[in-house]
């Protein structure tokens, strides 16, 4: 498991970190900016924008994917968390990922666990995803 946190703010001595808690296979596919992430002048806002609406919004039709509409793409929760998986993997090298690896398994052993961590050492996780997430918003 490799460990990674960077400073997200520091409020008049409150301080607020993004931790990163990352399977060592998965550190392969990340984006070189993924420690980044929640920080404002983040670059990559355009492109997991795009991402989702090219797999997502504009892959489906809302009158004949009604469902997929209800659960995935009308539902906030859902969408912040492809977001944050777009703003954090590489979609190239996930792409070489799949091809190198084939099938994988044990998916659940792949892991990425995002949290907030403050001064006070509270840690709030936020995002704990698997392959299979990340597999299925791309």
Partial sequence: MIENTTLLSNTQGYKKFNCFEISKELETILSEDYRDYNIENLNNKELVNELYKKNFEDKYN???HKDIFKLY????????KAQFIYSIIDYNKYSEFVIKKGEIENPNELTIKYSILDSE???VQIYFI?????SFVF
């Avoid at 793409?73 to 912040?80: A, L």
């Fill in 73 to 80: 793409i009308d539902n906030k929760k859902f969408k912040e």
């Fill in 121 to 123: 050492g509270v840690k």
């Fill in 62 to 64: 809302r009158n004949e």
């Fill in 130 to 134: 698997n392959i299979r997430d990340i």
